[in-house]
């Protein structure tokens, strides 16, 4: 039987050299040896067990010197392994496979961490290098982000929660490059909160334009993956959009974005009447309840309805869907009245994409955005604050339709 390979470290010498100034790190740090020596013997330990393991089963087999490969892409650069060979060609490593030439996953992961960051090919090769000596080309790292594509597609085919208390629904808009034109085409996103109250965004939609037809087969998507109740669902004004949601969840509370309706109101009011006219139109959102604010509104009808017929005429028609939140308390109508829960996390998706202006295609859109979204949830985890409450508060108002957990 060969001799095992012996771990030859002298933990005062490598102390000293420390001390010195030599780094422990990277293509020749300190710790570099000891990375190599460690794999080696744990992969001697291997063929000896597999050869052992042989005799016990009546079958002949001894070792038979080694195969040598360059291992890359470890934290303390690139080293020759040496891999142990037996007889038989039966041995399979498992600390190192065949034709594996990482230790780990570290450099992918660090790769498409790096990207869902929105850092271009150019300068994840360039930090690869700083940081584990390993030269990686821009076609390698595109290969590498390639290979979450099937990722995405599992994701978004993934069953869903039969209920979600909280629904946000909105787009975000992109330009993509589509033969020799640059076309506008919408991300949909779909952020719930789920019954053990922590955020999770349910799916990823592209289409070229947001519409409520769009939002249907949206919604019809939900409901095959397994949504069969969403209680309160949040959206802007976009025409349509509430009645998409209630022909696939009949009993769903749709709630207007009152943000929007203020936007989109304020846009049709005289610059010099515009700061008197919020005031006015605050006491209505911010009544106490619906009775108040239908006062409110009939008030502000009286005062600015011959002036601006068409905005008032818009709060009325949309009156009942913009009036959701009254009939809940204080928690939960912070959460609802505003879209701004979705927009919010919209915002942290344009930090990512925002140096990339015009996307080569559909899936390089599609790959960013999901990587991004894959490192804002590693923020989600905790649940809503006060989320104790509101469950219950939920309970009683809808009940069998909410029951705590």
Not at 92 to 114: A, G, R
Not at 357 to 386: H, Q, S
Request: aromatic share 10%.
């Amino acid at each position: 039987m060969q001799e095992e390979k012996q771990i030859d470290f002298d933990f005062n010498e490598i102390l000293n050299q420390f001390r010195s100034g030599k780094r422990l790190t990277g293509k020749d740090g300190l710790l570099a040896p000891l990375i190599k020596q460690l794999t080696e013997a744990a992969l001697e330990a291997e063929v000896e067990s597999h050869i052992a393991n042989d005799a016990l089963n009546g079958r002949a087999n001894r070792r038979n010197g080694f195969n040598s490969k360059t291992i890359k892409g470890t934290s303390d650069g690139s080293f020759e392994l040496e891999t142990p060979r037996d007889r038989n060609g039966t041995f399979e490593p498992q600390i190192v496979k065949k034709h594996q030439n990482t230790i780990s996953d570290e450099i992918e992961e660090k790769i498409l961490s790096m990207y869902g960051l929105g850092m271009n090919y150019v300068d994840i090769s360039t930090h690869i290098e700083e940081i584990y000596q390993v030269s990686i080309s821009t076609a390698t790292i595109s290969a590498i982000t390639d290979k979450i594509i099937d990722k995405v597609k599992s994701w978004q085919s993934r069953p869903l929660d039969t209920i979600y208390p909280f629904v946000w629904l909105d787009a975000i808009h992109y330009k993509i490059k589509d033969g020799g034109k640059y076309v506008s085409k919408a991300v949909y996103t779909v952020l719930g909160v789920n019954m053990e109250g922590r955020k999770e965004i349910l799916g990823l939609y592209l289409s070229e334009s947001e519409g409520a037809n769009f939002w249907l087969s949206v919604l019809t998507d939900l409901n095959n993956r397994g949504v069969k109740d969403i209680l309160i669902a949040c959206v802007d004004g976009l025409k349509g959009f509430p009645d998409a949601i209630q022909s696939v969840f009949p009993n769903t509370t749709v709630q207007l974005c009152i943000v929007h309706q203020i936007r989109n109101s304020i846009k049709y009011v005289g610059s010099k009447h515009q700061k008197e006219f919020l005031k006015d139109l605050k006491r209505v959102y911010g009544a106490v309840s619906k009775e108040a604010a239908e006062t409110e509104l009939f008030n502000l009808n009286e005062k600015w309805g011959e002036k601006y017929p068409i905005v008032i005429k818009s709060w009325q028609d949309n009156w009942e869907k913009l009036t959701e939140y009254f009939q809940f308390t204080s928690d939960i109508r912070r959460m609802i009245y505003t879209t701004n829960t979705v927009e919010g996390y919209h915002r942290q998706i344009r930090k990512v994409t925002k140096n990339k202006g015009v996307f080569p295609n559909d899936t390089a859109l599609e790959k960013l955005v999901y990587l991004a979204y894959r490192n804002i949830r590693k923020k989600w985890t905790m649940p809503l604050a006060n989320w104790g409450a509101i469950a219950q508060q939920l309970a009683i108002k809808f009940g069998d339709r909410f029951k705590l957990l």
